[in-house]
């Protein structure tokens, strides 16, 4: 009897166009690695303890009101342990996944924050919110060192968009499917899986991996 055929990861047009466009640039860092370890424990903090108890452990949040002036406290303490060259990408990136999260209502109170975020725990669980900062700051990696290519590409604003929203599912694509494919089990202890971070990076580059 013939083996069973192996799985063909289907190569979209707009990865091959990140690849070339990338030169094989893209890299995830150690600062990356420890962001995730961190925001893994504070959200599990907020999931077991509540987000209150959580947010008292994180410094300058105790001032803060709003959600806004809350997202910026929590982002800032998470990504504190980046170098500088990362931080930038990494605070945008935090910052993103909160707001998707509670929404950039900049009326929105510190309760409300406290609700939606236990809310979106509770229904999607601590993976949906690591795998939703991945593939947002794989985008911004992404975006950061390819968006002029693309932008020289289109020719026009209609276009540029639609490039936009396809390297953003790419990103998710290749995220979630490598998270499927390394079945990562929580909890887990630093470093965060360095296995699916350099199949993440080959995958968007088309490299193939070594088993």
């Known amino acids: 009897m013939d083996d069973?055929?192996?799985k063909v990861r289907v190569v979209l047009p707009t990865e091959l166009l990140i690849r070339h466009f990338s030169a094989g640039a893209i890299?995830?860092?150690?600062?990356?690695n420890l962001v995730l370890v961190r925001?893994?424990?504070w959200a599990s903090l907020a999931l077991t303890e509540g987000v209150e108890h959580a947010l008292e452990q994180l410094t300058g949040t105790q001032s803060c009101d709003?959600?806004?002036?809350l997202v910026s406290a929590i982002t800032e303490t998470i990504i504190s342990v980046a170098t500088p060259p990362e931080r930038n990408l990494l605070r945008k990136s935090m910052e993103e996944t909160l707001f998707y999260i509670v929404r950039p209502d900049p009326e929105l109170t510190r309760s409300q924050f406290q609700v939606?975020?236990?809310r979106f725990l509770g229904q999607r669980g601590l993976p949906s919110l690591l795998r939703m900062f991945l593939s947002l700051h794989l985008f911004n990696i992404v975006w950061f060192q390819t968006a002029q290519s693309f932008r020289n590409l289109s020719g026009t604003t209609e276009l540029f968009l639609r490039y936009t929203r396809d390297v953003e599912h790419a990103c998710r694509r290749i995220v979630n499917g490598c998270w499927k494919s390394h079945e990562i089990v929580l909890p887990f202890v630093e470093p965060f899986p360095e296995k699916l971070l350099e199949s993440i990076r080959r995958s968007l580059l088309l490299e193939i991996e070594a088993h």
Do not use: Q
């Open 4 to 6: 069973p055929p192996s």
């Open 116 to 118: 939606r975020f236990t």
């Open 39 to 41: 925001l893994y424990g």
């Open 66 to 69: 709003l959600s806004m002036d």
């Open 27 to 32: 890299e995830l860092d150690r600062s990356l």
